[in-house]
């Protein structure tokens, strides 16, 4: 836990999760990259599919915009869940 606070304050997460997004070898599913879209647009700091194969789901970081992002991706026919693993301040 304290290595990953330590890294997430070290390193901009925003940028990791997007440049992540863009350098993925496997498949990009156009369903997924609609719901990155519209979680960004809706304001989160970045977000990534995931998921076994390279697809599958996505994770959007939204600190103070939970609500309206989870109501984009949802619009966009996704599914959200809301959570927090831990606080993190910028």
Do not use: H
Not at 1 to 27: C, D, M, P, Y
Not at 35 to 42: G, S
Not at 51 to 62: D, K, S, T, V
């Amino acid at each position: 836990r304290k290595v990953s606070r330590t890294f997430l304050q070290k390193f901009n997460i925003n940028e990791i999760l997007n440049w992540r997004g863009r350098t993925n070898a496997f498949e990009t599913f156009e369903c997924i990259l609609k719901l990155c879209k519209a979680a960004k647009n809706a304001g989160a700091y970045g977000a990534k599919q995931m998921g076994a194969g390279g697809g599958g789901c996505m994770l959007a970081i939204a600190p103070g915009k939970q609500e309206e992002v989870a109501r984009a991706i949802e619009k966009a026919g996704g599914r959200a869940w809301v959570f927090e693993i831990f606080k993190y301040e910028y």
